[in-house]
């Protein structure tokens, strides 16, 4: 008893001194931090440590109360030096790495790269930011505010306080439109309905000026090339009503008359080999060539003239609009082949209010070669870091068709104390031809986006080689069609994509490993696989203002169904149909990627992915060929555990005889990430990680038992985490995840979890569970 408290007793002795420990080291950090950047000020001057609003109003409710301070606070400026947990440690780096003596060393890096400079009291100026809060709320209609300033001084530091008082706030009470003779006056009047002016609503300066953008967006579509929202006046009276505005719209009377006007399209001018350099395009007589509505003047004969009449919306006799206007811009931009695109519109000098459009293109390198890092999954499902060198001949045939010739290699490997057994290196090469629109036999299809729709055919072969194991040789030919509806959505159907694989050079170390696990021996067989595949894709991730934003991505592959009807392949009945001596494939596969990215501040967020697949094998194929299987582990999939290993369901995926890890793949998916990432400092990022999934099989397979999908597949979930340094390189991002296992599907119920077992300061357990990911951009 004794020795069980004595033991007891030095616990809590030890619990105490890490307590005081830790208490003394953030008294340390707030005094090193603290004190020191303080030390550092110009005689006589305070440092900024920022500001706050307080808005008086009993009437207005508490959120929107504190909505309206945040928007205020927002305002003031100048922004206070940053703070990490109410620490300044760029304010610290920039004091303590003091003067540089010369424009390059460490010591200029650390003051004006990484350091930041003192904000001081001085530059604060309080009745210019009482006056920025005034005009933001006046303009809210909060009219008659009014707004004190004060500082408050403490330790060489200064934080200033304003008060903001406002009135009660202005409701619209009516809203009128112009009422005049004039044509555009009835357009905008007839728009009324979308009027962002709604009564009852507050006032607002902001929403009156985009009233007036929206208004001049509708008359542009109308043919008022001339007219800007300038001209529309908005006159407010707030002289009748309790705390009530009338709003009437109106045309100035000065509006100048070309503005009044709606304008037709005359001319249609293209120049196809615009110099920027040179103002004007020196040609002849026999360049000029006259298509459909419009006059090309190519000088070099270097397009053919349908190319235009896909581009160009516009037609001669139209009324001039902003759409047609934008689409046309877009179109050529997006043909590929020109770098530098305008357009100017001229009063035409022939017939009255119209314009003649004039289109200067300038075309980009007509062959260019382009080197590519980047981390990639291949038709295997393998991921890793690939190089690529790709040849480029734009306009080939004279229709701004791209033709494509790269040269790729790579490897896919991660690092920890146990043996992978064999990595993975790849070398490849692909060529592809891609038409600015459909080729469709027998009609003519058209998009009608501003994005060019395409034809795509491509070619390609990839020889896999898993050292001292076996080789794959890969063909895939494919041809289809890629659109996008808009800036957000995205499709591509190929009609036709055949792959086919087959093994080179199985060593015998190999093959003595099928003997004892047959399963190994599907990844080597011949592969023929041919059908439609069609991909989907939203995201609104370009929007980067947007707190949340999402990114999906379905697919849907059918391979062989027409043929395996046409030929009442059963692989059940045994009577399996080859092509050229090879099974060919029949499945439906689908899967699904999501995305959500959560805005956490400017330079931090929180990623989050959830993926789901699924392969059904009928008719001529029992099982998903290798190619097409699902596959969880990796850099960019559940990083705690190596590419391929984990699964199907619970199975143990030992080592073979020969001392590697086989690859375990499943028909079933699914997958779940979520990482959090912030900007440490310069270049560098950082992140924190948890990933979790498995696969699974639709039909249960006597040599991995545990691998088929039951109603408690949720017990074979694997778990793990890890921390990460992203580098950006600005041309490349070079990303470093460690990450270790929290929950080991493979273990008996119960002990699964293996939280317990973390111990980052035993060796066996760091060689046993640490992997290191090295990998070219972000997992996702």
């Known amino acids: 008893m004794r020795k069980i408290k004595l033991k007891v007793m030095s616990k809590k002795h030890n619990n105490m001194e890490n307590r005081y420990i830790k208490y003394f080291i953030t008294l340390s950090l707030f005094f090193v931090f603290g004190c020191s950047n303080t030390k550092y000020l110009p005689e006589g001057d305070l440092l900024y440590t920022g500001g706050s609003v307080e808005v008086k109003d009993s009437i207005i409710k508490k ?40 424009e390059k060393g460490i010591r200029n890096w650390l003051r004006t790269k990484v350091g930041e400079e003192p904000v001081l009291f001085s530059k604060v100026d309080l009745d210019y930011n009482a006056s920025v809060l005034r005009n933001f709320t006046e ?22 306080e304003y008060i903001v ?62 007219f800007n929202p300038d001209y529309i006046l908005a006159q407010v009276d707030s002289s009748k009503g309790d705390h009530e505005v009338k709003v009437r719209l109106v045309i100035k009377p000065d509006t100048p008359p070309k503005a009044l006007t709606a304008y037709k399209i005359n001319k ?33 004969n270097t397009f053919k003239p349908r190319v235009f009449d896909r581009a160009i919306y516009f037609k001669k006799g139209d009324l001039y609009n902003r759409k047609d206007h934008n689409l046309t ?100 090469t692909e060529t ?7 080729i469709v036999p027998f009609f003519h299809v058209e998009g009608a986006s501003e994005y060019v729709p395409r034809t795509k055919a491509s070619l390609r072969y990839e020889y896999q080689n898993r050292t001292q194991l076996y080789a794959l040789n890969s063909f895939k030919t494919s041809f289809g069609y890629l659109w996008k509806e808009n800036i957000r959505k995205e499709h591509q159907l190929n009609i036709l994509d055949v792959t086919y694989v087959s093994p080179n050079n199985v060593t015998d170390e190999y093959l003595a490993d099928i003997k004892d696990d047959p399963a190994l021996g599907k990844v080597i067989e011949k592969q023929l696989i041919f059908g439609p595949t069609y991909s989907y894709t939203y995201t609104n991730t ?16 059918l391979a062989g169904n027409i043929t395996g009807l046409v030929t009442g392949a059963n692989v059940k009945k045994n009577d399996t149909i080859k092509i050229f001596d090879v099974p060919f494939s029949q499945f439906v596969k689908i899967k699904a990627d999501f995305r959500h990215y959560l805005k956490l501040g400017k330079e931090s967020e929180l990623a989050s992915r959830v993926i789901v697949g699924a392969g059904i094998p009928y008719g001529n194929s029992g099982a998903l060929p290798t190619a097409k299987q699902f596959v969880v582990g990796g ?41 959090y990432r912030a900007k440490l400092f310069s270049i560098v990022r950082g992140a924190l990680f948890v990933d979790g999934g498995n696969v699974w099989l639709m039909n249960a397979d006597p040599n991995k038992p545990g691998g088929e999908i039951t109603k408690d597949f949720m017990k074979d979930i694997a778990v793990g985490a890890g921390a990460g340094l992203r580098f950006d390189l600005s041309f490349l991002i070079l990303r470093t995840d460690l990450a270790f296992p929290l929950r080991k599907p493979y273990l008996p119920q119960g002990e699964r979890w293996v939280i317990d077992d973390i111990n980052f300061g035993s060796g066996p357990w760091r060689k046993d569970n640490l992997i290191l990911n090295i990998a070219i951009g972000y997992p996702f």
């Open 63 to 102: 959120k929107d109360r504190k909505a309206l301070e945040k928007e205020l606070e927002d305002l003031l400026r100048p922004k206070p030096n940053k703070q990490i947990f109410g620490l300044r440690p760029k304010l610290w780096i920039y004091n303590i790495a003091g003067q540089p003596k010369k």
């Open 139 to 160: 303009n809210r209609g909060y009219f008659k505010t009014r707004v004190s300033a004060d500082s408050t001084v403490r330790n060489k530091r200064v934080t200033a």
């Open 268 to 300: 249609i001018v293209v120049y196809p080999n615009f110099t920027v350099s040179k103002d004007t395009v020196k040609y002849k007589k026999e360049d000029i060539v006259q298509y459909k509505d419009f006059t090309i003047i190519d000088t070099a």
């Open 165 to 226: 008082v406002p009135k009660k706030q202005y409701i619209i009470k009516s809203v009128t439109f112009p009422d005049d003779s004039l044509a555009m006056s009835r357009i905008i009047g007839r728009s009324s309905r979308r009027s962002l002016l709604k009564v009852g609503k507050p006032y607002d300066l902001d929403i009156i000026k985009a009233e007036r953008e929206r208004i001049d967006a509708r008359l542009k579509e109308k043919g008022y090339f001339y």
């Open 432 to 438: 592809s031809l891609t038409w600015p629109r459909f």
């Open 635 to 675: 850099t960019n999939s559940i990083r705690a555990f190596r590419a391929r290993s984990i699964g199907p369901g619970s199975y143990l995926n030992t080592e073979t005889a020969n001392n590697y890890l086989p690859d375990q793949s499943g028909d079933l998916k699914l997958e779940f990430n979520t990482e």
């Open 542 to 557: 370009m929007q980067k203002r947007k707190k949340n934003t999402f990114y999906f991505n379905g697919e849907l592959d």
């Open 329 to 428: 811009l877009n179109r050529f931009v997006n043909l590929g082949t020109f770098g530098f695109v305008k357009n100017e519109f001229k009063l035409s000098d022939s017939i009255p209010n119209a314009l003649d459009s004039y289109y200067y293109l300038t075309l980009l390198p007509k062959k260019f070669i382009r080197f590519e890092v980047l981390g990639k999954t291949n038709s295997a499902s393998y991921t890793g870091t690939e190089v690529n060198v790709n040849w480029n001949n734009r306009n080939l045939f004279r229709g701004a068709e791209l033709l494509t010739v790269s040269v790729f290699g790579g490897a896919d490997f991660q690092l920890s104390g146990t043996n992978n057994g064999k990595n993975i290196y790849k070398l490849g």
